[in-house]
T-cell receptor, first 113, second 114 residues
Framework: AQTVTQSQPEMSVQEAETVTLSCTYD???????LFWYKQPPSRQMILVIR??????QNATENRFSVNFQKAAKSFSLKISDSQLGDAAMYFC??????????FGAGTRLTVKP | DVKVTQSSRYLVKRTGEKVFLECVQD?????MFWYRQDPGLGLRLIYF???????EKGDIPEGYSVSREKKERFSLILESASTNQTSMYLCASSPAGQIYNEQFFGPGTRLTVL
């Protein structure tokens, strides 16, 4: 079965600095998608960024970018120029079929002013 | 914008009660999901549905059932609530087809079973 591991339960970053959240996953599939979701204190989960496994180019969305290492099964999220509004739980997620997404345990990010 | 709503933000029930959690989405999505969120465990899939009256078990279906009589509505049922079902419950929906489709989440229901 596929598993998603986030080894950092908590991280903190100074405002305007850069932080990287780690994620590894285990799968025998060759075609899949990886996601980072953000859950702010208000609890509505939203998509931050997604990566197609067959694409070597790392996905980027404004201040958010990923480092996707397919062979190592690693999918880290880099947040540049951190803002107070980035404070949230971040979940790494994996999907290989029409069924539900498999999520990691989450990393709580604190942004210090 | 896609909107997924859940009937309650907070719910307190007693052990043995039958509990209904309702979820409604307004974007005509085929797929709907129920997750349970616990600290240190992330989100775990309870059930999902890919069409009206269709359902599939997820990773932790024990103690739960679901109902999907209309495309926009997906209900999670706790037949006899127990204290170990105290948790945050998240509903999600996504369009059918490609697996790259993100899931759109509701705000969650925090259920406490006393």
């Amino acid at each position: 079965a596929q598993t998603v591991t986030q080894s950092q339960p908590e991280m903190s970053v100074q405002e305007a600095e850069t932080v990287t959240l780690s994620c590894t996953y285990d799968t025998s599939e060759s075609d899949y998608y990886l996601f980072w979701y953000k859950q702010p204190p208000s609890r509505q989960m939203i998509l931050v960024i997604r990566q197609e496994a067959y694409k070597q180019q790392n996905a980027t969305e404004n201040r958010f970018s990923v480092n996707f290492q397919k062979a190592a099964k690693s999918f880290s999220l880099k947040i540049s120029d951190s803002q107070l509004g980035d404070a949230a739980m971040y979940f790494c997620a994996y999907r290989s079929g029409p069924w539900g997404t498999r999520f990691g345990a989450g990393t709580r990010l604190t942004v210090k002013p | 914008d896609v909107k997924v709503t859940q009937s309650s933000r907070y719910l307190v029930k007693r052990t043995g009660e039958k509990v209904f959690l309702e979820c409604v989405q307004d974007m005509d999505h085929e797929n709907m999901f129920w997750y349970r969120q616990d600290p240190g465990l992330g989100l775990r899939l309870i059930y999902f549905s890919y069409d009206v009256k269709m359902k599939e078990k997820g990773d932790i279906p024990e103690g739960y059932s679901v109902s999907r009589e209309k495309k926009e509505r997906f209900s999670l049922i706790l037949e006899s609530a127990s204290t170990n079902q105290t948790s945050m419950y998240l509903c999600a929906s996504s369009p059918a087809g490609q697996i790259y489709n993100e899931q759109f989440f509701g705000p969650g229901t925090r259920l406490t079973v006393l």
